[in-house]
């Protein structure tokens, strides 16, 4: 005769998911949309001087003349991002920590 035992069902995996979900949704409701302020500018006459750097596929322009004003990068959709990486790390070198990029 053979004994049969009752298998053994771990429920330890399942309470670290469902406590991960709820983490998981208490800090989504937290970060709504709007809940944090982002600092935009938009059309509404609230915009920012901004220094603007253009990154072209053969050029950039706007990189020599820094001031201390805010930059607002833009990038051409031709570009590599290792054209971007120079960029960021030439301003990183000059101290400028106000970067935006225009979208």
Same mark, same amino acid.
């Given at each position: 005769?053979? &004994?049969? !035992?009752?298998? &053994?069902?771990?429920?330890?995996?399942?309470? %670290?998911?469902?406590?991960?979900?709820?983490?998981?949704?208490?800090?989504?409701?937290?970060?709504?949309? *709007?809940?944090?302020?982002? *600092?935009?500018?938009?059309?509404? *006459?609230?915009?920012?001087?901004?220094?603007?750097?253009?990154?072209?596929? %053969?050029?950039?322009? *706007?990189?020599?003349?820094?001031? !201390?004003?805010?930059?607002?990068?833009?990038?051409?959709? %031709?570009?590599?991002?290792?054209?971007?990486?120079?960029?960021? &790390?030439?301003?990183?070198?000059? &101290?400028?920590?106000?970067?935006?990029?225009?979208?």
């Amino acid at each position: 005769m053979s &004994h049969r !035992s009752t298998p &053994h069902i771990d429920l330890v995996p399942l309470l %670290d998911v469902v406590f991960l979900l709820l983490l998981f949704f208490v800090c989504a409701a937290f970060f709504q949309a *709007g809940a944090l302020p982002a *600092g935009l500018s938009g059309q509404n *006459g609230n915009s920012k001087e901004y220094q603007k750097i253009v990154i072209a596929a %053969d050029k950039i322009t *706007g990189l020599d003349t820094l001031n !201390s004003l805010p930059v607002l990068i833009e990038v051409r959709p %031709d570009v590599v991002f290792v054209r971007v990486r120079e960029v960021l &790390h030439r301003l990183q070198e000059q &101290h400028i920590t106000n970067v935006n990029f225009a979208l």
